[in-house]
């Protein structure tokens, strides 16, 4: 590409940023994965929690001609994605195996008709010869895997399912493929690029190291007192994680008794409360929101100074990811974990739980084809609402030893599980404009209704619209129960379609029911990941209870990435540092090299409070050494990576 086309792409790229979502520039790396990406090549891009991974693929698939495939494991993530897009006025459309014939009939149409830019999809979608199908008439012109270290046998989330993804190879030839995820062992990585049947792809990471974010451990026999104390010491937004919906409740009622505004959020609240809690969070009405991992996924909140694990992740890769949604911004930030004297005992029962005996797990799939009626041979491809707490009733089972024997279950491809999935309620207008005007028959509150709904929402004729009944009641100055049974009279009388909000987990099987005695659950399912979920225990157990080093350099050697030294703010790093030692020179150079190289606009000497805690004169010294190396230069009054720059990121930039 000459310099001129190299221009012009990348003015447009920065006008469809600017349109779209208010940016003048793009952040460290996602330009560089987006010109990979549109040149045609297999690309990955590492890049941590709140680096802007959606931005890579939505400005390409905005800017360029033709069908962007997204796969993402969560009905829930596509769903924020897709409604996110449609409020920038992209037309994108996400399929999902509990949508109405309406709704598969809407969406195709749009895709069809080449009017929608991005579909999305679980991978679960890939193995319905239906929509593989439907896929060959789409101008598909790029392939997206977000959240691609589920691909991995050795990932911390694996989905089976994801495996499919290599056969749109041979279905879409020549498409270049986006794996993108935030998290990535060197061997998570390899088996990422392998089981895509990527071709020499570009790998592109933004590194793993936050020098704006202290990481503590703070070990302690009572951790609420000590989020408590932590709390009263900071300022600033704030979450705090823990593992179960109930402590939700109990740790922000507790807060708010001691003067906190703090407030709950999990998964198994209804999509209303979660929202208002979020947005009351996100508009800083609220300090404090204590919530189980469902929060964070899509939340871009840049001013969070303070991430709290009251009870601690299974592995390094769920806490450096809940972790790194402090100090968005790039500003001084704290992340937090209470380490308890039981937290070993507790960690290493949760991996002997996570693997029921074989048998047992065979026993949930017999007697779960028997709750859903499902019989020897039938079954596929259907798709049954499951109501977990009565098949635990039923059957005398507890709720979290069901959950862990039908996730072994999905991992064997028997059946797909999809947990609690909360739906907005939705309609589409069904007949014409024209139409509209002849209706009659309806009752007052169904006409009211009907008027009402055509004012509050557009696009009725074209597309189904997510509605709130209790804005209807509100505007209507009635009660929810009325709109309720107006609009399924509307429905009846072919109106309208009118699809009523619903949470429920679900089970689809992707191949018939077989004869128990058949069932095989692999080695690579049982065993192996028994294995590696247990080392990944082992390294969270070391990363919280092993002070004799340094917490970055901790994970950077468990994410495989080079270090530049102690990062000199943890809580190990301050308890050995001693106020009148010198630090290593060349340490310092590499430190202060790699932190230059990671601020897009170049550093100002004012900005040097970034580094906490760092000997003044050894970094006097090591930016003179630097500046005379050529290793950084100073123009206009700001330091940048110099022409023999030796960090890592700026030598594969220069590599592509």
Not at 581 to 599: G, H, L, R, V, W
Request: glycine residues 6%.
């Amino acid at each position: 590409m000459s310099q001129a086309a190299e221009s012009a792409l990348r003015q447009g790229l920065l006008q469809v940023l600017k349109k779209h979502w208010g940016h003048d520039a793009f952040r460290p790396m996602q330009e560089e994965i987006i010109s990979s990406f549109l040149n045609g090549h297999d690309t990955v891009g590492l890049m941590p929690t709140g680096g802007g991974k959606s931005i890579t693929f939505q400005v390409p698939g905005i800017y360029a001609d033709g069908l962007t495939l997204v796969i993402t494991p969560l009905i829930s993530l596509m769903k924020d994605q897709v409604d996110s897009l449609r409020k920038r006025h992209v037309k994108a459309v996400y399929i999902y195996g509990g949508m109405s014939s309406a709704e598969w009939r809407q969406s195709w149409d749009l895709l069809t008709n080449g009017r929608a830019r991005f579909l999305y999809c679980s991978p679960e979608r890939l193995r319905n010869e239906r929509f593989r199908a439907e896929l060959l008439h789409l101008n598909v012109a790029r392939i997206v895997i977000d959240e691609a270290h589920c691909v991995s046998q050795w990932g911390y989330d694996f989905r089976p399912d994801y495996l499919n993804i290599a056969s749109l190879r041979q279905l879409l030839p020549g498409r270049p493929m986006l794996a993108l995820t935030a998290t990535a062992t060197p061997r998570v990585l390899q088996d990422i690029c392998e089981k895509t049947g990527m071709s020499h792809p570009r790998v592109f990471r933004t590194g793993f190291s936050r020098s704006n974010i202290s990481y503590i451990v703070r070990p302690t026999q009572d951790k609420t007192q000590e989020m408590l104390h932590i709390l009263r010491s900071t300022e600033g937004s704030a979450i705090v994680y823990v593992r179960s919906r109930r402590r939700t409740r109990d740790l922000s009622e507790l807060l708010r008794s001691q003067g906190f505004t703090a407030l709950p959020y999990h998964a198994g609240m209804d999509s209303q409360s979660k929202a208002a809690n979020q947005n009351e969070w996100m508009e800083g009405k609220v300090r404090v929101m204590v919530a189980t991992n469902a929060f964070g996924m899509g939340i871009d909140k840049p001013d969070v100074r303070l991430v709290i694990h009251h009870d601690m992740p299974s592995s390094l890769e769920e806490y450096y990811q809940e972790a790194g949604r402090a100090g968005r911004d790039r500003k001084n930030s704290f992340a937090v974990l209470l380490a308890g004297t039981r937290d070993k005992a507790i960690l290493r029962r949760r991996v002997s739980e996570m693997f029921p005996p074989r048998e047992d797990v065979k026993r949930v799939y017999e007697l779960l084809c028997t709750f859903l009626n499902v019989s020897i041979g039938e079954g596929y491809e259907k798709l049954f609402e499951f109501e977990l707490a009565k098949f635990c009733k039923i059957f005398g089972y507890k709720d979290d030893f069901v959950r862990h024997s039908l996730r072994l279950l999905s991992q064997s491809g028997l059946i797909t599980f999809l947990e609690e999935i909360t739906m907005k309620s939705r309609l589409l207008l069904t007949i014409s404009r024209e139409e509209l005007y002849n209706v009659s028959g309806l009752s007052p509150d169904a006409e009211m209704i009907l008027t009402k709904i055509l004012r509050l929402y557009t696009g009725l004729f074209t597309d189904y619209a997510y509605i709130e009944e209790e804005v209807i009641a509100h505007e209507l100055s009635i009660s929810n129960r009325r709109v309720y049974e107006g609009l399924l009279e509307l429905s009846r009388a072919g109106v309208l379609s009118y699809i009523p909000r619903r949470r429920m987990p679900y089970i689809h099987f992707p191949t018939a029911r077989e004869e128990t005695r058949y069932i095989k659950i692999p080695k690579t399912v049982y065993e192996e990941r028994l294995e590696n979920i247990s080392q990944r225990t082992e390294a969270m157990i070391d990363y919280a209870f092993n002070g004799e080093k340094c917490r970055v350099e901790r994970v950077l050697e468990y994410f495989g990435e080079e270090g530049s030294g102690a990062c000199g703010s943890c809580d190990v790093c301050r308890r050995h540092r001693s106020p009148s030692a010198k630090p290593d020179p060349e340490k310092t150079e590499m430190f202060m090299e790699n932190i230059i190289a990671s601020q897009p606009d170049g550093l100002m000497a004012a900005d040097l409070k970034l580094v906490k805690g760092a000997h003044k004169e050894a970094i006097a010294d090591a930016l003179r050494t630097l500046v005379l190396s050529q290793r950084i230069e100073v123009r206009g009054g700001r330091y940048f990576p110099g022409p023999k720059c030796k960090c890592k990121v700026v030598r594969e930039r220069k590599n592509l």
